[in-house]
């Protein structure tokens, strides 16, 4: 399925640390988008990236695709207590489709 | 406000009564989506559609789902006969969507979310 499969399911970090999430997915694909969840603010719009890029930045923000291995993982640097929510990876098969939701990985930052 | 909003916010409604959930997407946005979120998961696809034809619904669980958007703005999200599985956040998004040629540009595939409707049915 095209659904994304987020890992690790939880991650406990202190404040200031790096955050590295990994997503996989198992079809082709056209982009790749990460979404951010809390509930302040709902789902969120994080970044997305296309299947013909291999790396994406935006502010703390790292993404990186590698179509070969179907993966993707997103890398929040400098991490803040307001970071704190659920990620989820969402795969598009097509240029605007449905999204495929994982789970998701919750990030807790400790201060 | 330019974001999607969706009403109510909250609905409770006794098994086997009907619901209706509406969604207002940003304006000019031609694509609409509706997802099912249950507790501790990720949304799932139920529908889309681009302007007011319904091009995918194959995510709606039964035929108790029926969702319309009739001037491809506004749409709404009809449940009968709820049950209790049916209790979930039930939340809209829209995304630009417009021109093949702009699919280059990343916003144009970007979706953006309601704070969507919790149902809890009793």
């Known amino acids: 399925s095209q659904q994304g499969e987020e890992d690790p399911q939880a991650l406990s970090i202190q404040e200031g640390e790096n955050a590295t999430m990994n997503c996989s997915y198992k079809?082709?694909?056209?982009?790749l988008q990460w979404y951010r969840q809390n509930s302040g603010r709902g789902l969120v719009h994080l970044i997305l990236?296309?299947?013909?890029?291999r790396e994406k930045h935006s502010g703390r923000l790292r993404v990186t695709l590698d179509t070969s291995k179907k993966s993707s993982s997103l890398l929040i640097t400098a991490s803040r207590a307001a970071d704190t929510a659920s990620y989820f990876c969402?795969?598009?098969?097509?240029?605007?489709?449905?999204?495929?939701f994982g789970k998701g990985i919750t990030l807790s930052v400790r201060p | 406000g330019a974001g999607v909003s969706q009403s109510p916010r909250y609905k409770v409604a006794k098994r086997g009564q009907d619901v209706a959930l509406r969604c207002d997407p940003i304006?000019?946005?031609?694509?609409l989506f509706w997802y099912q979120q249950a507790l501790g998961q990720g949304p799932e696809f139920l529908t889309y559609?681009?302007?007011?034809?319904?091009?995918?619904k194959s995510g709606l669980p039964s035929d108790r789902f029926f969702a319309e958007r009739p001037e491809g703005s506004v749409s709404t999200l009809k449940i009968q006969r709820t049950q209790q599985e049916d209790s979930a956040v039930y939340l809209c998004?829209?995304?630009?969507?417009?021109?093949?040629?702009?699919?280059?540009?990343?916003?144009?595939?970007?979706?953006?979310f309601g704070p969507g409707t919790r149902l809890t049915v009793l």
């Open positions: 969402a795969p598009a098969g097509g240029a605007n489709s449905k999204l495929t």
């Open positions: 079809t082709s694909i056209n982009n």
């Open positions: 998004a829209s995304s630009q969507g417009r021109f093949p040629g702009l699919a280059a540009i990343s916003s144009y595939n970007e979706q953006f």
């Open positions: 304006s000019g946005h031609v694509s």
């Open positions: 559609f681009q302007n007011e034809a319904q091009l995918d």
């Open positions: 990236i296309r299947s013909n890029e």
